[in-house]
């Protein structure tokens, strides 16, 4: 489940400090869409919008009635039952999703994988100001739940297989188009991970393309930066807890669960995991660097070249964004403790979320929680298993190079600057089976993150359009090599 304070599985932070520093960057959009929409682009709003007014939230909706809606769709554009497969389990039946393949030309280059999640997060009608499950554009944006996370993606890519099919587009490459549930919760059946246990020759692929990417405005309409997604952090909870065989609260003594509680989370707030760089961090800190010309900038560069640089370390910790880059990082988001309010706390705990950077196992970082801690009567364990734990992706100039070139093309002077997300997505299953998951740039969205798993989500319409030709030209190139 992504927990993105921004955006996508955390890229929006990520992504809000990279708008805030470049400030050389372009022109922003290159075609407004400001002509009558044409009629592939009024066919794919119609789906956009079918998508968005189904509700696929795992307390309210089904991910299967709207991946029925969406086979219907698939065979209407000619796609045999034979090309879709559907998958769900029957203790979740409500959670299932599909696998739709258009074949290539090609036996030798392997098939590229399109992945999308079509469950949202709840929203509640009384706290939005329009209907959260009504597709409706006012003042230049889409407005409803799923808009941008991230049913905008989704439609594009059913949109773009249904068009390569009825224009009879025949690739290079085979490409895979799987729609998932599960993505935004923890505790349900999640599609992705499914099928990578039941159905991998069926997902097989060189990379896969998936959310994440995109790109962030000023606030003001103006693109400031177009973002690859590389890689991402892993979300492990642990719980620290501290027991006692407590008593009568009139006769208290310095043994207190409570208290030992309490001196346990100050030793972690002063706990620093140590700082580490892959080449995509490497990358960013380089890039994005280089184009801010402020202390900053100097730090980030710096950094990348040399990561043992104290000064600049000490620097880039004071932006949480980039902090948050460099290390693992855990903080407590929730306590418990005592059973009564005349008696001593038998038990008291808390729930200590980490993301954990890439490569570093999450019995390390108990461990290392449990030095930090160095109480014997405290206990720190692992409270979810969520999936595999985070592999980087390489940074393949097969795949940034053509993402490059399309930026110049729809975004002229706009930088591509890669990132590793602090949040999360579905891609760590596909990391997991060796199949590399890329975030593609060509969508954008503003700083704020545009009510991704908040109230009054959007998405902006230009950056739909645009978006949706950009990544059916960048799907093209990489199925033609």
């Known amino acids: 489940m992504k927990q993105r304070a921004g955006l996508l599985a955390g890229v929006g932070k990520v992504a809000m400090a990279v708008t805030a520093m470049i400030c050389a960057a372009g022109s922003g959009v290159a075609s407004a869409q400001e002509a009558p929409l044409r009629a592939d682009q009024l066919a794919y709003r119609a789906l956009y919008k079918e998508l968005v007014e189904t509700d696929s ?5 089904s991910c299967t009635v709207l991946a029925d809606k969406i086979e219907g769709h698939l065979k209407a554009a000619g796609f045999a039952g034979a090309d879709i497969t559907r998958f769900a389990v029957a203790d979740h039946p409500q959670e299932g999703g599909l696998v739709v393949v258009l074949p290539g030309t090609s036996k030798v280059a392997k098939p590229i994988l399109l992945l999308g999640h079509l469950d949202v997060v709840v929203a509640k009608r009384e706290d939005w100001t329009r209907d959260p499950y009504q597709f409706i554009e006012e003042g230049g944006y889409f407005y409803g739940r799923g808009t941008s996370d991230m049913k905008a993606m989704d439609a594009i890519w059913i949109d773009m297989l249904m068009r390569f099919k009825k224009d009879g587009y025949h690739p290079k490459r085979t490409l895979k188009l799987a729609l998932t549930c599960g993505e935004e919760t923890s505790w349900a059946f999640n599609g992705v991970k499914w099928l990578t246990e039941n159905k991998r020759d069926l997902i097989d692929a060189e990379f896969a393309l998936n959310e994440g990417g995109g790109g962030r405005t000023d606030g003001h309409g103006k693109v400031m930066v177009q973002n690859l997604h590389v890689g991402e952090k892993t979300p492990i909870n642990y719980r ?6 407590g008593g009568h609260s009139s006769i208290p003594i310095r043994d207190n669960a409570v208290y030992e509680l309490a001196d346990a989370l100050v030793k972690l707030r002063a706990y620093e995991f140590p700082l580490m760089l892959n080449d995509t961090t490497r990358a960013f800190f380089a890039k994005a660097g ?3 010309g402020d202390a900053m900038g100097k730090a980030m560069m710096a950094i990348a070249t040399n990561p043992n640089d104290k000064d600049a370390e000490s620097l880039l910790n004071t932006d949480r964004s980039y902090h948050s ?3 693992t990082t855990c903080v407590p988001t929730l306590l418990d403790g005592g059973h009564a309010n005349n008696a001593l706390p038998q038990r008291a705990g808390a729930n200590i979320n980490c993301r954990v950077y890439p490569g570093v196992s999450g019995e390390d970082v108990r461990l290392a929680l449990e030095k930090a801690i160095a109480d014997p009567r405290m206990t720190v364990t692992r409270t979810d298993n969520r999936g595999p734990e985070a592999k980087a992706p390489p940074l393949d100039a097969k795949i940034v190079q053509p993402a490059e070139k399309l930026v110049a093309k729809y975004y002229p002077g706009v930088p591509l600057v890669p990132v590793m997300s602090t949040g999360a997505t579905d891609g760590v299953f596909l990391e997991a089976v060796g199949i590399p998951s890329y975030g593609p740039p060509g969508l954008y969205g503003d700083p ?7 109230l009054n989500e959007r998405a902006i319409v230009k950056a739909v359009y645009t978006g949706r030709d950009f990544l059916t030209e ?3 190139d990489y199925a033609a090599h």
Do not use: F, Q, Y
């Not at 704020?448 to 908040?454: E, F, L, M, S, T």
């Open 57 to 61: 939230s795992i307390t309210s909706g």
């Open 240 to 245: 620290v807890e501290a027991t006692n065989p």
């Open 290 to 292: 280089a184009a801010r």
């Open 325 to 327: 880059m460099l290390r």
């Open 448 to 454: 704020d993150g545009n009510g991704a798993h908040g």
């Open 474 to 476: 960048l799907v093209k």
